[in-house]
């Protein structure tokens, strides 16, 4: 049998037998007769649905069971509407405040989910809020306190199924999420994009705003920038959103799926059940249209494309004293056409702006574009002459990763005895369980960073994946300039540069 299944039977086999705060086993104690005691109630918005859980119904069981034990009642305090994933609440805070002043003697709830959700605050407000104060904890529903060894386990256990339950409720949501995507419902009900408006569960059309967006794409397809769509419809008095329109957002309904008849969730694209402005035809040209003129722009600029750098080194070079990312400056044509390029380190370059008035220099020098280039192809020339410089032997890495796995499992056992120990031991306490349990974690934070570590050190090239690269390019000092490009950027990851120190990161091991 699953151990976490031993533990709960032994929990619900034991919940009902004798201990001082039981109701069903009720026994009057004198020493505890006229104790004061603290009342705390909480509800969620969604506990707010389920049967007895109102503030109301919290407040009279609790009331109830201070009459039948002869306590007072110094205070009810009160959270409705608040999560209990936090500590966050009004009344929480007032009710540790007054537990660190000794106000009452005790403190009341009617299940322990109503204290805390979360298993670490849970734990916390017992171990280091009550218990600091010499102040009992009594939850009716689990029906137990943290007087006796049963209760101090109770505590342990059951808090960790208040954790898995909050977990649960995340999980549900989140697949009531994805249904809600599937089924085709917008996924946005409370802000409908331009050209809608939320009614019945659905987007519905709104006419007038979905003619602006359909002019919006047939202007882009016809050759009008974003820029000029945007004060052509400020001029004429539209607004989007109740908003003047702005370059981001004309973009954004350029680019949005929605229009189409389509919903977007986490990436990925479901039909959605209300009807499009946009033919999927007329979408997809927009989207291609976009691509181009981007390419255009950065060819008309001189720079180059997010996606496909004109020049060598491109994305490639970093400073080695600031780690910015150099770039290539070009500087106006001389008598004779020809064009200084330059490397610059962009905290090298004095320019005054308004958002940033105070600098710090870098001291990375000015680069020569092509001394610069000419090192890298030189680099690779002499890996092409001497290919034996390429590690061949794989480390096994995998072996690696699979011998820190089962490290991982062996600490999941140790959690477990550690649980056991604590149930059955009456000397073993919580302070004890929580500083061994810290121990645990940091355990196995160790050995995850180990895991992550081996998986980021490895390489993105085989070594006969670039043997075979270095081979097919023949003497790459002799390939044309684009050629070159391909081969520099199927090799190397990047370019530290400090000064005349020039360091070159490979994408295979030497």
């Known amino acids: 049998m699953c151990p976490v299944k031993k533990i709960?039977?032994?929990?619900?086999?034991?919940?009902?037998?004798?201990?001082?705060?039981?109701?069903?086993?009720?026994?009057?104690?004198?020493?505890?007769?006229?104790?004061?005691?603290?009342?705390?109630?909480r509800v969620s918005t969604i506990d707010q649905a389920e049967e007895g859980y109102s503030i109301g119904q919290q407040i009279d069981r609790l009331k109830k069971f201070c009459e039948a034990k002869d306590y007072s009642i110094y205070k009810v305090y009160k959270d409705p509407g608040f999560s209990g994933s936090n500590l966050e609440r009004p009344a929480m805070q007032q009710l540790i405040n007054d537990c660190q002043n000794n106000k009452f003697e005790a403190v009341?709830?009617?299940?322990?989910?109503?204290?805390?959700?979360?298993?670490?605050?849970?734990?916390?407000?017992?171990?280091?809020?009550?218990?600091?104060?010499?102040?009992a904890f009594v939850s009716?529903?689990?029906?137990?306190?943290?007087?006796?060894?049963?209760?101090?386990?109770?505590?342990?256990?059951?808090?960790?199924?208040?954790?898995?339950?909050?977990?649960?409720?995340?999980?549900?949501?989140?697949?009531?999420?994805?249904?809600?995507?599937?089924?085709?419902?917008?996924?946005?009900?409370?802000?409908?994009?331009?050209?809608?408006?939320?009614?019945?569960?659905?987007?519905?059309?709104?006419?007038?705003?979905?003619?602006?967006?359909?002019?919006?794409?047939n202007d882009y397809l016809s050759g009008i920038s974003i820029t000029k769509l945007r004060n052509t419809l400020n001029q004429e008095g539209h607004l989007?959103?109740?908003?003047?329109?702005?370059?981001?957002?004309v973009r954004q309904i350029l680019e949005h799926r929605v229009y189409t008849g389509f919903n977007e969730y986490k990436g990925k694209v479901y039909p959605g059940i209300h009807q499009a402005i946009i033919s999927k035809d007329v979408f997809e040209k927009v989207q291609k249209?976009?691509?181009?003129?981007?390419?255009?722009?950065?060819?008309?600029?001189?720079?180059?494309?997010?996606?496909?750098?004109?020049?060598?080194?491109?994305?490639?070079?970093?400073?080695?004293?600031?780690?910015?990312?150099?770039?290539?400056?070009?500087?106006?044509?001389?008598?004779?056409?020809?064009?200084?390029?330059?490397?610059?380190?962009?905290?090298?370059?004095?320019?005054k702006t308004f958002t940033n008035r105070q600098y710090s220099f870098c001291s990375q020098p000015f680069l020569n574009k092509k001394d610069l280039e000419e090192h890298v192809i030189r680099e690779i020339r002499k890996l092409q002459l001497n290919?034996?410089?390429?590690?061949h032997e794989q480390n096994n890495i995998s072996g690696n990763i699979k011998l820190l796995k089962q490290q991982l499992k062996k600490i999941d056992v140790k959690s477990e005895r550690l649980m056991n120990l604590y149930i059955n031991s009456d000397s073993f306490d919580l302070k004890m369980l929580d500083k061994k349990r810290k121990q645990i974690q940091q355990?196995?934070?160790?050995?995850?960073?180990?895991?992550?570590?081996?998986?980021?050190?490895?390489?993105?090239?085989?070594?006969?994946?670039?043997?075979?690269?270095?081979?097919?390019?023949?003497?790459?000092?002799?390939?044309s300039y684009e050629k070159q490009k391909l081969v520099v950027r199927k090799l190397i990851k990047e370019i530290i540069v400090k000064g005349h120190d020039i360091s070159v990161s490979w994408r295979f091991e030497l």
């Not at 959700?117 to 809020?129: F, G, P, Y």
């Not at 290919?387 to 590690?391: A, E, F, L, M, R």
């Not at 355990?443 to 090239?461: C, F, H, S």
């Not at 043997?467 to 002799?478: F, M, P, Q, V, Y």
């Open 8 to 41: 709960l039977r032994w929990t619900v086999r034991n919940m009902h037998t004798q201990h001082p705060f039981s109701i069903l086993n009720y026994e009057r104690n004198e020493c505890n007769m006229n104790m004061k005691v603290a009342c705390y109630v």
């Open 108 to 135: 009341l709830v009617y299940k322990l989910d109503r204290l805390s959700r979360s298993q670490k605050d849970t734990l916390h407000l017992i171990e280091d809020v009550f218990n600091a104060n010499e102040i």
């Open 140 to 217: 009716l529903n689990e029906n137990f306190d943290t007087s006796t060894a049963f209760g101090k386990a109770s505590i342990g256990i059951l808090s960790v199924f208040a954790q898995l339950e909050r977990e649960q409720i995340k999980e549900r949501m989140q697949m009531g999420k994805i249904g809600r995507a599937k089924n085709g419902l917008p996924m946005s009900w409370r802000n409908a994009p331009f050209g809608y408006r939320y009614k019945n569960r659905k987007f519905e059309i709104d006419e007038f705003q979905a003619n602006v967006v359909k002019r919006i794409y």
């Open 240 to 249: 989007g959103k109740s908003v003047p329109w702005s370059y981001r957002t």
């Open 289 to 351: 249209e976009l691509k181009v003129r981007q390419i255009e722009a950065y060819k008309k600029n001189n720079n180059p494309r997010p996606f496909q750098s004109k020049y060598m080194l491109s994305g490639l070079l970093k400073c080695g004293y600031c780690s910015a990312n150099l770039g290539l400056h070009i500087y106006v044509p001389r008598k004779d056409g020809s064009q200084s390029k330059f490397y610059k380190c962009p905290s090298s370059i004095k320019k």
């Open 387 to 391: 290919p034996q410089s390429i590690v």
């Open 443 to 479: 355990e196995r934070a160790q050995i995850n960073e180990q895991i992550k570590d081996i998986k980021n050190k490895t390489p993105e090239l085989s070594p006969d994946g670039a043997t075979a690269i270095l081979k097919e390019c023949g003497n790459i000092e002799k390939l």
